[in-house]
Nanobody, 115 residues
Framework: QVQLVESGGGLVQPGGSLRLSCAAS????????RAWYRQAPGKQREFVGALTSGGTTNYADSVKGRFSISRDNAKNTVYLQMNSLKPEDTAVYYC?????????WGQGTQVTVSS
């Protein structure tokens, strides 16, 4: 069973930056996509961005131009670089890795943007 562990969350002031990491417990075969989602208090989980196996990225309009997804295959890790953070980015952030057979989710990491 693959475990995904997110880290890098915390408290940051508006305009600041954070980099979230999502580390898999082992190498995952046949990955079709890697994605980040977030869930704010009282709201449904929403899509943030994704990185396909071919290297294509797409982002929610609310984060486009501010967030970027990358990966380090040698470390089995996916990253979410978040710049120009806003209070409305406050949420628990989750990573998701999809294969041809399975979908894996991390446990989430809290990001709070506040002065």
């Amino acid at each position: 069973q693959v475990q995904l562990v997110e880290s890098g969350g915390g408290l940051v002031q508006p305009g600041g930056s954070l980099r979230l990491s999502c580390a898999a417990s082992r190498s995952i075969r046949s990955v079709t996509g890697r994605a980040w989602y977030r869930q704010a208090p009282g709201k449904q989980r929403e899509f943030v961005g994704a990185l396909t196996s071919g290297g294509t990225t797409n982002y929610a309009d609310s984060v486009k131009g501010r967030f970027s997804i990358s990966r380090d295959n040698a470390k089995n890790t996916v990253y979410l670089q978040m710049n120009s953070l806003k209070p409305e980015d406050t949420a628990v952030y989750y990573c998701k890795i999809t294969t041809i057979l399975s979908v894996y989710w991390g446990q989430g990491t809290q990001v709070t943007v506040s002065s």
